[in-house]
T-cell receptor, first 116, second 114 residues
């Protein structure tokens, strides 16, 4: 069990640029979640995948945000035309379907985005 | 939609003191409840969880939490804290069905003074 990994760990970008983050879940986990955490707040749900299907998106996820999970393995989160308000920690988590009750979700270390 | 309230934003205790962190949730149905901990420089880790059965649940490192359904509460306790418990603690809830997305509280920063 290598855990959930995220890349990069830190990203500094200028306003208006596009950025892409990657998440590799625990290999046997079929559910993958993206959350966003800003200073002084708990993580907020953005979107989730079951296998390769994106089944729910939060209202927080504007049209500038897109997420994919090709082949139901790793996932990418892209932010187009970044704004300063996008600065946050982006967290990825994975779980087995029905496993949250028993094992919880496993979180990665996060990608800290700073938009200047 | 569900929500979680953590009223203690920052708690400072001396080593060996007892700890209780409050968590209240709002949801009309059956829920699963969690406490996650984030140590400095580390990622979120599951501390303990409740999904059914005995409302008093025990987690790692001597932590426990009690689910009181009538009060919509899931407070975290530890009888004697250690300096290594310094961390941020998050309460979270998910409905007992569906996509199991977590709704988190704003977190409580715990500082233990040696």
């Amino acid at each position: 069990d290598t855990g959930v990994s995220q890349d990069p760990r830190h990203k500094i970008t200028k306003r208006g640029q596009n950025v892409t983050f990657r998440c590799d879940p625990i290999s046997e986990h079929n559910r993958l979640y993206w959350y966003r955490q800003t200073l002084g707040q708990g993580p907020e749900f953005l979107t989730y995948f079951q296998n390769e299907a994106q089944l729910e998106k939060s209202r927080l996820l504007s049209d500038r945000f897109s997420a994919e999970r090709p082949k139901g393995s790793f996932s990418t989160l892209e932010i187009q035309r970044t704004e300063q308000g996008d600065s946050a920690m982006y967290l990825c988590a994975s779980s087995l379907e029905g496993g949250v009750s028993f094992f919880g979700q496993y979180f990665g270390p996060g990608t800290r985005l700073t938009v200047t | 939609a569900q929500s979680v309230s953590q009223h203690n934003h920052h708690v400072i205790l001396s080593e060996a003191a007892s700890l209780e962190l409050g968590c209240n949730y709002s949801y009309g149905g059956t829920v699963n409840l969690f406490w996650y901990v984030q140590y400095p420089g580390q990622h979120l880790q599951l501390l303990l969880k409740y999904f059914s059965g005995d409302p008093l649940v025990k987690g790692i490192k001597g932590f426990e939490a009690e689910f009181i359904k009538s009060k919509f509460s899931f407070n975290l306790r530890k009888p004697s804290v250690q300096w290594s418990d310094t961390a941020e603690y998050f309460c979270a809830v998910t409905p007992n069905f569906g996509n199991e997305k977590l709704t988190f509280g704003t977190g409580t920063r715990l500082t233990i003074i040696p």
